[in-house]
């Protein structure tokens, strides 16, 4: 295969990639931009700002980590942009969704396998609080 062919299907599988990725973000993120302006956010931040602040994150940004765990990592970059999150609430939710992501599909596929889906779902949401949790406390020991 030469250096042409090899770049024209580089480009070729890039843009497609690209293609997906905005098929996804961009939905995301005109949603959230949208909720973010009303009075829905408000609502749901205020009720789950009980169960976010631990994680130091605000209620909103619950949002982007259900985004996260029920489509992908890419969805819940897009909602949580429009928060203008800090980078430690980035990098928090980062982690949590990168541990748990994706669960309808994985879960559909872990069941396919043969493994106890909903138990695996279970300790990758548990696990993913966790590390939040601990993540959030180092910030807070090293940065204040």
């Keep these: 295969m ?9 480009i ?35 009720a789950l700002a009980p169960l976010m602040e ?19 990592l890419y969805a819940a970059i897009a909602a949580l942009v429009p928060l203008h999150p800090t980078w430690q609430q980035i990098t928090i939710v980062g982690l949590m969704t990168g541990i748990a992501h994706n669960l309808i599909i994985e879960g559909a596929v872990l069941h396919k396998t043969g493994t106890n889906a909903a138990f695996t779902i279970t300790l990758r949401i548990i696990v993913s609080i966790v590390a939040g949790l601990g993540l959030n406390a180092f910030f807070r020991f090293v940065y204040g």
């Design 2 to 10: 030469s250096i042409q062919n090899n770049l024209k299907n580089g």
């Design 12 to 46: 070729k599988n890039g843009l497609s990639v690209s293609l997906k990725l905005i098929k996804v973000i961009i939905p995301f993120y005109i949603a959230t931009d949208i909720l973010s302006h009303t009075q829905a956010a408000n609502i749901i931040g205020k």
């Design 54 to 72: 631990p994680l130091g994150l605000t209620g909103k940004m619950a949002v982007a980590i259900i985004s996260g765990y029920l489509v992908n």
